[in-house]
T-cell receptor, first 113, second 114 residues
Framework: DQQVKQNSPSLSVQEGRISILNCDYT??????FLWYKKYPAEGPTFLIS?????DKNEDGRFTVFLNKSAKHLSLHIVPSQPGDSAVYFC????????????FGTGTRLKVLA | DVKVTQSSRYLVKRTGEKVFLECVQD?????MFWYRQDPGLGLRLIYF???????EKGDIPEGYSVSREKKERFSLILESASTNQTSMYLC?????????????FGSGTRLTVV
């Protein structure tokens, strides 16, 4: 039972345009969400996070939007750059106090020069 | 910067071998985790630990065990390696605190079982 879903396995975007990566979750008790970026042969690196009490968080070119009623979050990258080409994972944290994250299956973003 | 170091980047082992994957973190984090990454399946939690000598099963613990004798070191053990354990293994650590600390990951170990 996949509690965190990324339904698009891949996405191609032209350099300079907006990239939108989507993530859906099923458990309304999730209270913290993160996005990680992963290059081949490297570990994932933290990109941006959002608490369930907010609906938007922005950091430079990266913005995460949270729609709690739809149980949906999205990552916007504007403008997209070739160096953004990577696999992006969303992750959700349960409020059980264990600080354990559940990850989605990932979306491979390719930014075309 | 927190560093999480995995001892091997690439490993090739034979079916039936006992395999040890080592992970060390240098920032006194309480939590440590082992995940495996497979195409189309994302990151799946194998085991985690909140303290020395403490361990809890994740979502896919079968065929694995772990050891945490010291706070900074968390080892993943494949008791008898099988070809379906060929995967990228990722170790992570985090503080025992608010969820917004997230994880710091190691660079991963690509294990091939032949």
């Amino acid at each position: 039972d996949q509690q965190v879903k990324q339904n698009s396995p891949s996405l191609s975007v032209q350099e300079g345009r907006i990239s939108i990566l989507n993530c859906d979750y099923t458990n309304s008790m999730f209270d913290y969400f993160l996005w990680y970026k992963k290059y081949p042969a490297e570990g994932p690196t933290f990109l941006i996070s959002i608490s369930s009490i907010k609906d938007k968080n922005e950091d430079g070119r990266f913005t995460v939007f949270l729609n709690k009623s739809a149980k949906h979050l999205s990552l916007h990258i504007v403008p997209s750059q070739p160096g953004d080409s990577a696999v992006y994972f969303c992750a959700a944290s349960s409020p059980s106090g264990t600080y354990k994250y559940i990850f989605g299956t990932g979306t491979r973003l390719k930014v075309l020069a | 910067d927190v560093k999480v170091t995995q001892s091997s980047r690439y490993l090739v082992k034979r079916t039936g071998e006992k395999v040890f994957l080592e992970c060390v973190q240098d920032m006194d984090h309480e939590n440590m985790f082992w995940y495996r990454q497979d195409p189309g399946l994302g990151l799946r939690l194998i085991y985690f630990s909140y303290d020395v000598k403490m361990k809890e099963k994740g979502d896919i613990p079968e065929g694995y065990s772990v050891s945490r004798e010291k706070k900074e070191r968390f080892s993943l053990i494949l008791e008898s390696a099988s070809t379906n354990q060929t995967s990228m293994y990722l170790c992570a650590s985090s503080l025992l605190g608010p969820a917004n600390y997230g994880y710091t990951f190691g660079s991963g170990t690509r294990l091939t079982v032949v």
